[in-house]
């Protein structure tokens, strides 16, 4: 299974856009690229996923490279409801679904 | 619609005692997972449901760790003679299909256990 590799924290100002990159350079063509955020006290969120192309949709966009090694999740315009763990995970070559979770970004939005 | 469910949200037991932990996915999900998360630790994955039947058991920590699925809905965590290190969130995950593609997992809040 490919390992997904993030910073672990970022700060970003309130109403401006939310960059977070991952890095998957072993992923295989077939696996997804999912995000899900973990907002304190509460079970994860799913957000995003792709395959190849860009995705959008009423929570964000999902950007990934050509040649797949690495994706950027854009929170438009970032709210302080959106502090959370933000993690960026591949399917992987298991055909149950399982995530495996590494440590995520935590994402901190300042007034 | 309603959500995962998971009950309790907080369990305090006793080292040593049994603990059980239940789920209810959302109806119509037919693969059913359980994590937990540790004080300061990621997610970990435990074990995964297709139905009633589990393909996948390789997070169970250990044989004090089991788990089933009846009517292809509820499901039930049970740790026995628990440890002080079995103190975590335990969370539970369903999905329409239990695939590596497009399987989009919907997450309890969670069961918060306490092992004194």
């Known amino acids: 299974d490919a390992k997904t590799t993030q910073p672990p924290s970022m700060d970003c100002a309130e109403g401006r856009a939310a960059n977070l990159p991952c890095n998957h350079s072993t992923i295989s063509g077939n696996e997804y690229v999912y995000w899900y955020r973990q907002i304190h006290s509460q079970g994860p969120q799913y957000i995003i996923h792709?395959?190849?192309n860009n995705e959008t949709n009423e929570m964000a966009s999902l950007i990934i490279t050509e040649d797949r090694k690495s994706s950027t999740l854009i929170l438009p315009h970032a709210t302080l409801r959106d502090t959370a763990v933000y993690y960026c995970?591949?399917?992987?070559?298991?055909?149950?679904?399982?995530?495996?979770f590494g440590q995520g970004t935590t994402l901190q939005v300042k007034p | 619609g309603a959500g995962v469910s998971q009950s309790p949200s907080n369990k305090v037991t006793e080292k040593g005692k049994d603990v059980e932990l239940r789920c209810d996915p959302i109806s119509g999900h037919t693969a059913l997972y359980w994590y937990r998360q540790s004080l300061g630790q990621g997610l970990e994955f435990l074990i995964y449901f297709q139905g009633n039947s589990a393909p996948d058991k390789s997070g169970l920590p250990s044989d004090r760790f089991s788990a089933e699925r009846t009517g292809g809905s509820v499901s039930t965590l049970t740790i026995q003679r628990t440890q002080q290190e079995d103190s975590a969130v335990y969370l539970c995950?369903?999905?329409?299909?239990?695939?590596?593609?497009?399987?989009?997992?919907?997450f309890g809040a969670g069961t918060r256990l306490s092992v004194l």
């Open positions: 995950a369903s999905s329409l299909v239990g695939t590596a593609g497009k399987n989009i997992q919907y």
């Open positions: 995970i591949s399917s992987g070559s298991s055909n149950t679904g399982k995530l495996i």
């Open positions: 792709g395959l190849k």
